[in-house]
């Protein structure tokens, strides 16, 4: 049986992320304004750490750069 990912999957968003989402309205409404595939890349990005402590300092550096509407790696 061979298994085949759904490439276009979203992971669901971290406890941490949505957290910060009810702190910074303007975060979230940033957040969704991204792209499905720079959203995507965050999510996958956060959710990828296996500490809490991780994910909210991965999302504390990256918050200029949601609210800037950059992807994960744009310049």
């Given at each position: 049986?061979?298994?085949?990912a759904?490439?276009?999957?979203?992971?669901?968003?971290?406890?941490?992320?949505?957290?910060?989402?009810?702190?910074?309205?303007?975060?979230?409404?940033?957040?969704?304004?991204?792209?499905?595939?720079?959203?995507?890349?965050?999510?996958?990005?956060?959710?990828?750490?296996?500490?809490?402590?991780?994910?909210?300092?991965?999302?504390?550096?990256?918050i200029?750069?949601?609210?800037?509407?950059?992807?994960?790696?744009?310049?």
């Amino acid at each position: 049986m061979k298994v085949v990912a759904d490439e276009g999957a979203t992971p669901p968003i971290p406890d941490e992320l949505a957290n910060k989402f009810e702190e910074m309205p303007t975060l979230k409404d940033a957040f969704e304004a991204l792209t499905p595939g720079r959203q995507r890349e965050y999510l996958i990005y956060f959710s990828g750490a296996k500490q809490s402590k991780t994910r909210a300092g991965r999302i504390e550096k990256h918050i200029e750069r949601i609210l800037a509407g950059k992807g994960l790696r744009d310049r």
